[in-house]
């Protein structure tokens, strides 16, 4: 039943062809304007400040991502959050590395506290960061200590008031009072550089067509994560399966969602 929502919402997404306005970091712009479009969903890349509040006013979705993290870009992403939030503009944010440095850390709480965020992606050890709990974070990863992660979305949704979607080997959504898991992907993703932040862009696509962000986010992960054990079907080296990845976004089908997606919801 969920598998068919999922793939409903995903038909619904290519349909309305929302337009997703990312503000992310210079690793990823590339391969998140590319699985945007593989997916059906027109994305644009603005960052000047001098833009960013008229381009968010008129998108389906604000995607905020700060992996290459500079004080200006935290500038241009909170006058955008503000104009999004003023013109009812659903905004994910993706606070990527929370943890591995007190300015990061800083920053992405400046972020929740300043803004109204509809959805927040991240690793454990980043959600925890932000409101304030001490997980492992390496670099810009999640460590390999930490807890359980069910109570730690349950926890992070009632702090910054926002859905929460933690990603790992078992994805958990939490809102106020529901939650979804979710157990699609694959390994390989982990070696591609930007999955996770593509990722977050295709959580902002179905947030800009399910108002329900809850389920939006359970619905994007599954979605993706479906397409991502497709792609490994077909290749095994991480080169080959970046390509295949966006071919399987493009060739996403709704019957196969409803076949493999694995969502419950307790």
């Not at 993290?69 to 994910?92: C, F, Q, Y």
């Not at 349950?154 to 809102?175: S, Y």
Request: net charge negative.
């Amino acid at each position: 039943m969920l598998g068919q929502e999922a793939a409903a919402l995903l038909l619904k997404l290519r349909e309305k062809k929302p337009l997703v306005h990312n503000i992310t970091n210079v690793v990823v712009t590339n391969f998140t304007a590319n699985g945007l479009l593989a997916l059906g969903v027109s994305p644009v890349m603005a960052y000047a400040p001098e833009e960013v509040a008229d381009m968010a006013k008129i998108a389906g979705a604000l995607v905020l991502n700060m992996g290459t993290l500079t004080r200006e870009t935290v500038e241009a992403m909170l006058i955008a959050g503000k104009s999004a939030n003023k013109h009812g503009v659903p905004v994910v944010f993706d606070p990527v590395g929370a943890g591995a440095t007190p300015f990061r850390t800083e920053m992405a709480r400046r972020i929740v506290n300043e803004l109204d965020i509809a959805i927040i992606r991240g690793n454990a050890a980043e959600i925890a960061n932000v409101i304030g709990e001490s997980w492992e974070i390496k670099g810009v990863d999640a460590g390999e200590k930490g807890g359980d992660t069910e109570e730690l979305a349950r926890k992070a949704t009632k702090a910054l008031g926002t859905v929460v979607a933690i990603t790992g080997k078992t994805d958990v959504v939490a809102g106020p009072d529901k939650l979804y898991m979710i157990r699609n992907g694959d390994e390989m993703l982990t070696r591609v550089t930007g999955t996770g932040c593509l990722l977050t862009s295709i959580l902002g696509a179905y947030a800009a067509v399910e108002q329900d962000f809850v389920f939006a986010a359970a619905a994007g992960l599954a979605s993706y994560g479906v397409a991502a054990e497709l792609a490994r079907q077909i290749v095994s080296a991480p080169g080959s399966y970046q390509i295949a990845l966006l071919d399987a976004l493009y060739n996403l089908e709704e019957a196969q969602i409803i076949e493999m997606a694995d969502i419950t919801e307790k």
